[in-house]
């Protein structure tokens, strides 16, 4: 249990086009999911927390205009790179948080995340 | 602020040796730590936690105990396999899953056949 998944594993694009994400959690429930940005050889950087029906909140430093994140049911958030460039290539990796009753309510599960390639 | 500070890796040891890695946190309260693991190309996966004052978590061999008077929570593994290289990343959280996640800066792991 507790399988987090997101779609697509890798992606090439222009720059200039968007690029949509999705995070699904697939066999329960999550009130709160998280967006991390990972650059090669580097830890995971906070970009946002999504609550289910309510607006995300971003970190510092984070355009909220350039990143959208729409977290519209119980599994699924996304994460839209909004007129990608090069320097927006990157790891994104989402976690989910689970709701009681489901996994353990302490651990949040990971995605395995997405390769971004803005050419 | 909350913190959590790993050793620098990489740590490079052969087939069969014992491994540590060291975690220190900073921290208000009582956290719940985490190690992290992730291997080459995927993302992560939690590979062992512990929620209060000497707690041990273990999987796969790993183990790491919950040390408030040291605020520690290093990694150790008796002997380590070619299959355990990865980067491992220790993390604290409040104790909740709607938590943000601070991690450290992760280590690097080689092991050597």
């Known amino acids: 249990g507790a399988v987090v998944s997101q779609h697509p594993s890798w992606v090439i694009c222009k720059s200039g086009t968007s690029v949509k994400i999705e995070c699904r959690s697939l066999?329960?429930?999550?009130?709160?999911m998280f967006w991390y940005r990972q650059f090669p050889k580097q830890s995971l950087m906070l970009m946002a927390t999504?609550?289910?029906?309510?607006?995300?909140?971003?970190e510092q430093g984070v355009e909220k205009d350039k990143f959208l994140i729409n977290h519209a049911s119980l599994t699924l958030s996304t994460l839209t790179v909004t007129s990608a460039h090069p320097e927006d290539s990157s790891f994104y990796i989402c976690?989910?948080?689970?709701?009681?009753?489901?996994?353990?309510?302490?651990?949040?599960?990971f995605g395995p995340g997405t390769r971004l390639t803005v050419l | 602020g909350n913190s959590v500070t790993q050793m620098e890796g990489p740590v490079t040891l052969s087939e069969e040796a014992f491994l540590t890695i060291n975690c220190t946190y900073t921290?208000?309260?009582?956290?719940?730590l985490f190690w992290y693991v992730q291997y080459p190309g995927e993302g992560l996966q939690l590979l062992l936690k512990?929620?209060?004052?000497?707690d041990k978590g273990s999987n796969k061999g790993f183990e790491a105990t919950y040390r408030k008077e040291t605020t520690s929570f290093h990694l150790e593994k008796g002997s380590v396999q070619v299959s355990d290289s990865a980067v491992y990343f220790c993390?604290?959280?409040?104790?909740?899953?709607?938590?943000?996640?601070?991690f450290g800066s992760g280590t690097r792991l080689s092991i050597r056949p």
């Open positions: 976690s989910a948080g689970g709701l009681a009753g489901g996994p353990s309510t302490d651990t949040q599960y």
């Open positions: 066999d329960f429930q999550a009130t709160t």
């Open positions: 999504s609550n289910e029906g309510s607006k995300a909140t971003y």
């Open positions: 921290a208000t309260g009582y956290p719940s």
């Open positions: 512990a929620t209060k004052a000497d």
């Open positions: 993390a604290l959280s409040r104790s909740s899953s709607a938590s943000k996640i601070i």
